[in-house]
T-cell receptor, first 113, second 113 residues
């Protein structure tokens, strides 16, 4: 299987500051790492993803970095806005276990105006 | 394209009853996965269906079952409900279901009394 750990569990930042959420995974065979944002009363929405053959990916204010050697990946949100407040989940897919996503435990991000 | 839809959105049942939840994937998607989300256990994989066949199964008791129809719509059933089955049940779909992005529905919130 796979074990994904996510830190921190809660994060508060001032509007305009950056936020960083980190995840580690246990199985080096995992090769796809999506990040989801979940707002209250809604299902998780994909915000960015990265594959194991890429070290970094950026989409406007959001970026993800992957360190395969250390088996960790991070979500970076710059210039945070109040609408970024939500719970963020990282996940990993291990091709040896099919299409099962292994999720981190989530980070509740609060952006203070 | 319409997103993943789930019905019903909310459900209240009593212990011992059974429940059936429905999921309609994004048009063209053939893989449907189900997840249980609880505050204590986070997001946990239940099972995945592809072309009407269960392709992968998580670590849940046999009371949890599912099926997929020829139009890729999926249902999951929980028999002999227990209090601990209260959760948000999420459905996610993808094209082929192999190491690719999954798109989540809004979920069905089940409360067992």
């Amino acid at each position: 299987g796979e074990n994904v750990e996510q830190h921190p569990s809660t994060l508060s930042v001032q509007e305009g500051d950056s936020a960083v959420i980190k995840c580690t995974y246990s199985d080096s065979a995992s090769n796809y790492f999506p990040w989801y944002k979940q707002e209250l009363g809604k299902g998780p929405q994909l915000i960015i993803d990265i594959r194991s053959n890429v070290g970094e990916k950026k989409d406007q204010r959001i970026a993800v970095t992957l360190n395969k050697t250390a088996k960790h990946f991070s979500l970076h949100i710059t210039e945070t806005q109040p609408e970024d407040s939500a719970v963020y989940f990282c996940a990993a897919i291990n091709p040896n276990t099919g299409n099962q996503f292994y999720f981190g435990t989530g980070t509740s991000l609060t952006v203070i105006p | 394209k319409a997103g993943v839809t789930q019905t019903p959105r909310y459900l209240i049942k009593t212990r011992g009853q059974q429940v059936t939840l429905s999921c309609s994937p994004i048009s063209g998607h053939r893989s449907v996965s189900w997840y249980q989300q609880t505050p204590g256990q986070g997001l946990q994989f239940l099972f995945e269906y592809f072309s009407e066949t269960q392709r992968n199964k998580g670590n849940f008791p046999g009371r949890f079952s599912g099926r997929q129809f020829s139009n890729s719509r999926s249902e999951m059933n929980v028999s002999t409900l227990e209090l601990g089955d209260s959760a948000l049940y999420l459905c996610a779909s993808s094209y082929q279901g192999t190491e690719e992005t999954q798109y989540f529905g809004p979920g069905t919130r089940l409360l067992v009394l």
